[in-house]
């Protein structure tokens, strides 16, 4: 076989951006992107990723939870796999690469393996997930869960705002309800997950960087509370005789702040508060709110977390207010494999850039996928850090970095998963 010369332009990153493109066209909204799991959009998008992968040398299909899945031979037909992939559904007003982005550098970098007659010693996937926004039906990454093998039967009955089940969609798309909880894949037949995502944050931009390395996806602690002081005249009771429960809740969230704030990888937040009765001449008796903490490090969070609650309940002490705190959601960050992150190391210092990392702040079908198999992520650098937003923003040189790095990441992990 006689070594094609590498591209000099960004050709790979045009690639990308027409294909992107392409897929914007398939919508339930005219006007605006918007593309929720087992709708009419989504069928065609699949459709249309399907033969974007053929194009590019995969053999395609749809499987029975609406998943695309692109496979292209290793040097020995049949082999373990090495998975790539992202999701093709979209929030409501979406832009056009929240997910799409990881799902196209696969289909371009598999074109481009092809065009150079390359094969690796394991088959490699190209994934189109269908059910990662969480917008229609509730249920959590439930194409990836398919395939990670861990679908509960259950989220089949859940319902969309107009009635229609999970189940009944699912028929209507084309797909499988009976047969979702078969998709899961055996361990042995897959060698790992990478999945490129645009950053949903600043980051990257900040420190001039194309792209990052995930240390983690963070874990997440969320809470419902509610302060409950004593309303009154905002105009007859004297400051020192309040229980203003919105004064209490301010400075409990000036705490939160600090605390968060003092590990650079932590984020926590107060991003809900109710005030009662939201009146601007009456004393607030009452404020509902919710809290939100992430970290890549589980005890890490989890300390946070107690001494926020410590110092919130002193604050209610010594204000006179009761604090009613519920922590009712806990998942655990997912780490990311330190073998394909090596190879991602290798690939993006390759292309003469630092290989930084920082942990996923929001949740990806990686999180399913590392149920399954090692799984790993590269964050894209994305305009102002924005996403679920029209104006979700990639260019063209990053774009063509991301597809140079994902070959040359299958290249590196091949070089040593022989
Ligand atoms: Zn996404």
Redesign the pocket.
């Known amino acids: 076989m006689i070594a094609m010369p590498p591209l000099p332009t960004t050709v790979l990153g045009e690639r990308l951006m027409t294909l992107a493109a392409d897929l914007n066209q398939y919508t339930d909204e005219p006007g605006r992107l918007t593309r929720l799991y087992l709708s009419p959009a989504h069928r065609a998008a699949a459709e249309a990723v399907m033969r974007m992968m053929e194009a590019a040398g995969m053999s395609a299909h749809i499987d029975a939870a609406g998943t695309v899945v692109g496979r292209y031979e290793g040097i020995e037909p049949g082999a373990p796999a090495l998975l790539v992939g992202?999701?093709i559904d979209t929030v409501v007003d979406a832009g056009s690469y929240?997910?799409m982005l990881?799902v196209l550098a696969g289909i371009v970098a598999v074109e481009e393996l092809a065009r150079r007659g390359e094969r690796m010693p394991f088959a490699i996937e190209v994934l189109a997930f269908g059910d990662?926004?969480n917008v229609r039906f509730p249920t959590n990454l439930s194409t990836s869960q398919a395939i990670a093998g861990t679908y509960d039967r259950a989220w089949l009955d859940g319902r969309d705002y107009d009635g229609m089940s999970l189940r009944e969609a699912l028929l209507a798309f084309g797909g499988d309800p009976e047969a979702v909880t078969q998709l899961g894949r055996d361990p042995s037949s897959v060698k790992g997950y990478i999945e490129f995502?645009?950053e949903?944050g600043p980051v990257l931009e900040r420190e001039n960087l194309p792209v990052g390395i995930v240390s983690a996806i963070n874990g997440i602690t969320r809470a419902r509370g509610v302060v409950t002081g004593e309303a009154g005249h905002a105009g007859t009771v004297p400051m020192a005789l309040r229980r203003d429960a919105f004064a209490a809740l301010s400075e409990m969230n000036l705490a939160v702040e600090r605390i968060g704030a003092r590990d650079p990888s932590t984020v926590a937040t107060i991003g809900m508060a109710k005030v009662a009765p939201n009146a601007s001449n009456v004393i607030p008796g009452r404020v509902d709110f919710m809290l939100d903490v992430r970290a890549p490090d589980d005890p890490v969070r989890h300390a946070i977390v107690a001494e926020m609650v410590a110092e919130m309940r002193d604050i209610a002490a010594r204000r006179h207010v009761a604090l009613d705190l519920d922590l009712y959601f806990d998942a655990p960050a997912t780490a990311m494999d330190a073998g394909l992150m090596r190879a991602l190391e290798t690939a993006v210092t390759g292309q003469g850039i630092g290989a930084r990392h920082l942990p996923s702040g929001?949740g990806?079908?990686a999180m399913a996928m590392a149920r399954l198999c090692p799984s790993a992520m590269v964050f894209v650098r994305c305009k102002g850090g924005i996403?679920h937003n029209p104006a979700e923003s990639i260019t063209v040189d990053d774009a063509d970095v991301a597809v140079r790095v994902l070959v040359d990441a299958i290249k590196a992990f091949a070089a040593h998963n022989g």
Request: proline letters at 0%; zero cysteines.
């Open positions: 992202s999701h929240d997910g990881g990662e926004e995502h645009i949903q929001a990806h079908d996403s």
